[in-house]
């Protein structure tokens, strides 16, 4: 009786232990299932998105096709921002059959589709694709809100002005169109947003006081901390980007005038426009700490390097590439201990590395 016992209790205990872990899988498998909707739905989504984004892509082809920019540099440019963005897509579709999407791979694809509703917007080539892309966008919303990240790449609301198409110059609270350092996406999000309205207070008091405009003599632009917490991850990293909202906001509120602002990469591979060229005109260029000498020093040096590289490349009809040159990723030329810090010194010879390889590709 006493061994009928020992056994029952045995079956017992292991009945229970095989319940354990089937619950703690399942509870495991619920807690790490990043969205908010049934698989099904999730599967739904992805299909529209990957039809919807084929036909934009046949449209679009056929409209490059048919305009001045066929054959050119800047059709293999669109071209391929396209490609990474089915690349994306392809991923999260991969990811998530395998169970292992997240909500990275969601914001991953809208960082690639907000290089592509850039020039839908500003392109007559892309414009005439605008219906298809709009049936992509309202995917992506979807998309998005989906899985938590609605409202992050502009695609809460296809009614939000987020692309400021009224002054494509202006980067305002697009943070899209700002610098991606690293760090996480909640990070870059909290310091250009938190940046951007303190330097819109900041910017409009100078203008009613009748001051100069110099954001940099601001405690809070100095400080660059607000609404920082530890869980954001590094502190440096946060004032960088808050910085960059800081000065955007700053020009915003004192009413500094769209023609000020420098476009963005993808706007000067674009543009056959030269006043939207940097060129060597520094202060056209972000500032970030540092002294001038400093500063002076790592743009000209990065400039007149991207020049050549960016000279070399067209030459030997390279595809634009300049990650990939060993001087941008050095970025140490002419530096010397005396300037000061090395990496703010690297970050300013990357900046004019890059413009300089844009216009040494380009040919000016």
Excluded at 5 to 30: D, E, V
């Amino acid at each position: 009786m006493r061994h009928l016992t020992t056994k029952f209790k045995s079956a017992i205990f292991a009945l229970f232990l095989l319940i354990g872990l089937n619950g703690g899988a399942t509870l495991t498998g619920q807690a790490q299932q990043p969205y908010r909707i049934s698989d099904r739905q999730i599967s739904d989504i992805l299909r529209r998105l990957e039809q919807n984004s084929e036909r934009f892509r046949s449209s679009l082809d056929s409209s490059l096709d048919r305009s001045r920019r066929d054959g050119t540099r800047s059709e293999d440019d669109i071209n391929a921002f396209v490609r990474d963005f089915d690349g994306s897509v392809e991923q999260l579709r991969d990811n998530f059959n395998g169970r292992r999407s997240v909500a990275s791979d969601v914001e991953n694809i809208l960082q690639k589709a907000s290089v592509i509703d850039s020039f839908v917007n500003r392109n007559p080539a892309g414009r005439r694709s605008a219906s298809e892309w709009a049936l992509v966008r309202t995917d992506l919303n979807t998309l998005a809100n989906a899985y938590g990240v609605s409202g992050q790449g502009g695609y809460r609301n296809s009614n939000d002005d987020w692309r400021n198409r009224d002054d494509n110059n202006r980067r305002g609270r697009n943070w899209d169109r700002y610098g991606n350092y690293g760090g996480s996406f909640d990070l870059r999000q909290t310091a250009l947003n938190a940046g951007y309205n303190e330097g819109v207070k900041v910017g409009r008091d100078d203008r009613s006081r009748n001051r100069s405009v110099d954001y940099r003599n601001s405690s809070k632009y100095q400080k660059a901390t607000d609404d920082y917490s530890t869980r954001l991850g590094d502190r440096e990293l946060y004032r960088r980007y808050y910085r960059d909202g800081f000065e955007n906001g700053y020009n915003d509120g004192y009413g500094i005038t769209a023609t000020d602002y420098p476009q963005d990469n993808n706007d000067r591979d674009w543009s056959n426009n030269n006043g939207n060229r940097r060129g060597r005109n520094w202060g056209r260029y972000g500032t970030y700490g540092g002294s001038a000498e400093l500063r002076q020093t790592a743009l000209n040096a990065g400039y007149n390097e991207g020049m050549k590289v960016g000279r070399n490349d067209r030459n030997r009809s390279r595809s634009t590439n300049y990650r990939n040159s060993s001087e941008y990723q050095k970025a140490t030329k002419d530096y010397s201990n005396g300037l000061g810090d090395l990496e703010l010194y690297r970050r300013y010879f990357r900046e004019g590395f890059e413009t300089g390889y844009n216009d040494g590709y380009n040919g000016y």
